[in-house]
């Protein structure tokens, strides 16, 4: 058997005293009394599509990526990880998620450019600087909120109108600014250390009681963008591409086989040779993010090994 037959397309596990699944884009998530467990799938998503074909170790880097990017950020916003018992599973507290993303943008790319591009100067009521290239810094880090939509695309939304709607109150929302500069900073030290830039990301936040919670992942390639830093001036001033770390080049096939999502366009075919190299993809991004080597959990049974470390735990 390869490693895309073994693949995690979806789990359906009926865990003792789990009252709700939730099937997400990429992750299956079991409710347990007041805990959840989020099983990261090997789904792949794009242009707010989940692709035929699931990836072999993609769970398994998002959800360890994760686990390192939120220990090592626990010092500035609490968390809801409690465990981590299988490489591809979190156990952690059940918030009410806040429904807002709270999208922080350090250089003028992606959404960003396009509307840039299209001519305009303000994006989520933020200004953007005249005279700006693509791949630019902004002066400093801006945040561009996005409604988290059930279904289909995110939008963005101003500051001015998630307080007037209600959305979020105003002091919650002055800490989600805090937290989001704070994580951003952080996130941009410890890309710095692997020669690697922080281009932008996103956080999500939940509530638990009145206490605000760092929820899902961070700086991950499905959340984040990276640039390299070596060459990343002389591109620049070359008006060259930048050197991308991230899931965009899934993207860039997705546009190149004429997909964007669009209505009436048809996914195209995922070839075994691409399934692999989107795979190694992602264990190169984990390991010159972490620095640290990626080990291959066993996959043989995937799914009895994600069952039995979960059962492990709720047993102890």
């Not at 018992?85 to 952690?92: A, E, F, K, S």
């Amino acid at each position: 058997m390869t490693a895309e037959n073994n693949a995690i397309g979806q789990t359906d596990f009926k865990f003792p005293g789990q009252t709700k699944f939730y099937r997400g884009k990429v992750r299956d998530v079991y409710t347990i009394g007041d805990t959840l467990v989020m099983v990261a799938s090997d789904r792949i998503s794009a242009f707010d599509h989940v692709l035929p074909k699931p990836i072999p170790y993609k769970g398994q880097v998002l959800n360890q990526l994760a686990a390192y990017f939120l220990n090592a950020t626990k010092d500035i916003v609490p968390n809801w990880v409690i465990a981590s018992p299988d490489p591809n599973v979190t156990i952690g507290h059940a918030c009410n998620p806040i429904p807002i993303e709270m999208v922080i943008r350090g250089y003028l790319v992606g959404h960003a450019w396009r509307e840039y591009k299209a001519g305009k100067r303000m994006i989520c009521g933020v200004p953007m600087p005249d005279g700006m290239k693509e791949n630019d810094p902004f002066p400093t880090p801006i945040i561009t909120p996005a409604t988290k939509a059930e279904e289909g695309h995110d939008e963005d939304i101003s500051k001015a109108a998630i307080l007037s709607r209600g959305i979020v109150l105003e002091n919650d929302y002055e800490l989600l600014e805090k937290y989001t500069h704070a994580l951003y900073q952080r996130g941009t030290e410890m890309a710095a250390k692997q020669d690697l830039i922080l281009v932008d990301t996103k956080y999500e936040f939940g509530k638990k009681g009145e206490d605000i919670f760092l929820i899902d992942e961070i700086h991950t390639p499905d959340s984040s963008r990276y640039f390299y830093k070596e060459g990343y001036l002389e591109r620049q001033e070359k008006g060259e591409r930048q050197k991308q770390l991230s899931k965009e080049f899934v993207r860039e096939w997705l546009m190149k086989n004429g997909f964007q999502g669009k209505e009436g366009q048809l996914m195209p075919f995922m070839t075994s040779d691409f399934v692999a190299l989107v795979s190694e993809r992602y264990i190169e991004l984990f390991e010159k993010v972490t620095g640290e080597k990626f080990i291959k959990a066993a996959i043989s049974d995937v799914e009895e090994r994600i069952e039995g470390n979960v059962l492990g735990y709720f047993s102890r």
